[in-house]
């Protein structure tokens, strides 16, 4: 047995484990059952539980007595093996009774699955057709078959309360018949509710898996590996699950007892809530899944295969073992939940590949090697000789990858260099450094570190763009750090070591730090003391440069020689001497009392009393050369227009003054 865990749900795999292969001799295997005490131990929970062949669907029988399991698809119409109906590759139809064969018919088409109606004892077989096929039992002939929309159809079930027969098409749509009328009386597009914000697809979904619950709830498996739970009175679905492995959806059943959906592709068998659609437990068997079976009333959980082997799960919280095999309770409390490896000493499992690489293609089909799922079972000691024959370098390359490993590690140990910007080298230093102390000291305090500066995509202009380079022979900078030549030198050593140490071997790496280090140690106690020199002395220099400056400047001066400029005025303006500037510069120096006399002679203010005995002051701006020239031609105009003016007195009349003729 083999014990699984996932969100806590222990699974019990009982068909896993250390089992024996069928090529084995018999000698061979009795050495092995008494070598190993796992193999002897084995537990076979049901005998020749195979199939020669691959299997795609698996039952149980409603009395709970018998598993069978099929390569297309069967129906079991009673609660034992007495009658069951199989339809099978080659479009047969065939019937078994309880002795055996029974009766054998075909249908038009190749068929893919079918359902039985209890009422009207019609079987309604689907294919590769747009036709649902229908044969009654009770008259032992067909129907008329029922017409669709679809080109075929996939699969189809019916609802055990009141017989809704659904079938599932290859266009992604799902249609619902009566039987009692045959007509239509449902549509849903599945394909297009498949199509979420969480869902990725590849190709149009088509339906591949069908099952009812109840009277009102359906749920729907794709293609494309999403599964879609319905309440029939809405066409939209409740939840939609996608398995991510865009594998189509094999096998749909529901759990009543914990209200769980089982949804499984051909490589995960996924278990989740149907009503929020959380994630219960799911599994990955070692084959490829074609089908899978709940055991009523049970945890017990079966699945058929691509390969020739069923497999068998047992999970307790589902429900309790069997009554055929009621001591699963008590044998799972006893087991370790420590995974068994099914690869043997004696063996190796290897692939065609690995085959080629070693030279041994050319035993494939001889005795020396047995075909095993992707590969091939090989003897070890064969291997390991064919490994040596072919690379017999390998223990010098696993030296030299050692070596290469050890190398690494005392690498890792040394100091790492910390690789400084292009741009202002000597700010990222300073950051680096405020860096490190605020490391310990929230370190002490047990704190969280603050992000870095240096690693903020909104700064990181500033180290690399030549545009954002500090000046530090500026005032503006010289004046705001009165110390900054003391720890710009001290920085440009640390710099100057820092580039050496990048060009230097990794050991001279950690002395050199630690000079650096001494250095600045030794000069850090003096800063406090020089802050008064540092910043008479900067003072004293500044002064220096400007008088300099002035010097050069003054000199400039004297060296240039004035040369006449002449200015064109525009066209449509007129030329105002310099005196006109020098009456406004002695206008605005009078008092507010003066102007408004002067304004007052001008003619462009008027003062005048008012009824409440307060003063109105009327003032008349002056007007451009623009304005004064548009009155004029408006004035002009307006003249123009009064000379061409006619009178229309000589159409009054006579008899009544003043009124026009109506």
């Known amino acids: 047995m083999q014990v699984s865990s996932l969100n806590e749900v222990k ?53 709970g007595q018998y598993i069978m399991a099929v390569v297309v698809t069967f129906e079991i119409l009673s609660d034992d093996y007495s009658k069951i109906v199989f339809l099978q590759c080659g ?31 019609d079987l309604y077989f689907v294919g590769a057709s747009s036709e649902v ?26 609802n055990p309360v009141h017989f809704l027969f659904a079938l599932g098409t290859a266009e992604g749509k799902v249609e619902c018949w009566d039987p009692r009328t045959r007509t239509q009386v449902g549509l849903l597009d599945c394909a297009l509710s498949s ?38 009175r809405s066409s939209n679905p409740l939840i939609v699950k996608d398995h991510h492995y865009g594998l189509p959806i094999k096998s749909v059943q529901f759990q009543p007892q914990l209200d769980l959906i089982l949804s499984a592709d051909s490589r995960i068998i996924k278990m989740w809530n149907k009503d929020t659609g959380k994630i219960f437990t799911s599994m990955e068997p070692e084959h490829d899944i074609n089908d899978v079976c709940l055991y009523p009333n049970s945890g017990m959980l079966m699945t058929a295969n691509e390969a020739p082997k069923m497999n068998i799960y047992y999970i307790p ?77 390998a223990y010098e390359e696993y030296r030299r990858e ?132 540092e910043v008479r002395k900067q003072r004293k220099l500044l002064h220096q440069e400007e008088k300099v400056k002035q010097k050069e400047k003054f000199k400039e001066d004297q060296e240039t020689v004035l040369k006449p400029q002449f200015f064109e005025i525009k066209e ?15 206008l605005m120096k009078k008092t507010l009392g003066d102007r408004l006399k002067l304004e007052e002679k001008l003619g462009t203010l008027n003062v005048s009393d008012t009824t409440v005995g307060s003063k109105q002051a009327t003032f008349k701006l002056k007007k451009s050369e623009q304005q004064r020239k548009q009155q004029e031609a408006e004035k002009q105009h307006r003249q123009e227009r009064k000379s061409l003016r006619r009178s229309a007195s000589h159409l009054r009349s006579k008899r009544g003054r003043g009124r026009l003729f109506c």
């Open 11 to 63: 699974i019990y795999s009982l068909s896993a484990g250390r089992s024996l292969p069928e090529w084995l001799s018999d000698r061979k295997k009795r050495a092995l059952q008494k070598k190993d005490v796992d193999i002897r131990r084995r537990i076979e929970l049901i005998q020749d539980f195979e199939m020669p062949t691959v299997s795609t669907k698996i039952k149980v029988s409603r009395d």
């Open 91 to 121: 479009r047969f139809v065939e019937f078994h009774s309880q002795h055996g064969h029974y009766y054998r018919t075909r249908i038009p088409k190749f068929g893919r699955d079918f359902s039985y109606h209890y009422p009207s004892c």
């Open 133 to 158: 096929y229908r044969l009654n039992l009770e008259q032992g002939r067909f129907l008329n078959s029922l017409q669709t929309e679809a080109a075929e159809i996939n699969v189809c079930d019916i």
């Open 195 to 232: 199509v979420t914000a969480d869902t990725e697809i590849e190709g149009l979904p088509s339906i591949s898996a069908l099952k009812f619950d109840g009277a009102l709830n359906m749920a729907v498996g794709t293609s494309t590996g999403q599964v879609l739970l319905y309440d029939l």
């Open 317 to 393: 919280v589902l429900g309790p073992a069997p009554k055929w095999c009621s001591f699963l309770d008590n044998l799972t409390e006893e087991l370790e939940e420590n995974p068994e490896s099914t690869v043997y000493d004696d063996y190796k499992f290897v692939t065609r590949k690995d085959l080629e690489n070693l030279g041994l293609a050319h035993l494939i089909g001889s005795s020396l090697l047995r075909a095993y799922m992707h590969g091939f079972f090989m003897d070890i000691r064969l291997y390991h000789k064919a490994k040596m024959m072919a690379n017999p370098f």
């Open 402 to 533: 050692k070596i290469r490993q050890k190398i690494e590690e005392t690498r890792a140990q040394r100091v790492q260099l910390k690789k400084l910007p292009k741009v202002n080298k000597e700010l990222a230093l300073k950051l680096i450094e405020e860096e490190t102390e605020e490391q310990q000291a929230t370190r002490k305090r047990k704190q969280k570190n603050l992000p870095s500066l240096l690693k903020d995509d909104r700064f990181k202009v500033m180290f690399e763009n030549p545009d954002f380079q500090v000046d530090e022979q500026s005032e503006e900078f010289r004046l705001l750090n009165p110390l900054v030549s003391k720890i710009s030198e001290k920085r440009k050593r640390k710099l100057k070591i820092l580039e050496e140490l990048e060009s230097q071997e990794q050991e001279e790496e950690e002395e050199a730090e630690g000079k650096a280090s001494d250095a600045e140690s030794s000069e850090s106690s003096d800063d406090d003391k020089g802050w008064v020199e």
């Open 572 to 586: 449509g303006e007129e030329f105002r001497s310099f005196k006109d500037s020098a009456k406004k510069q002695k």
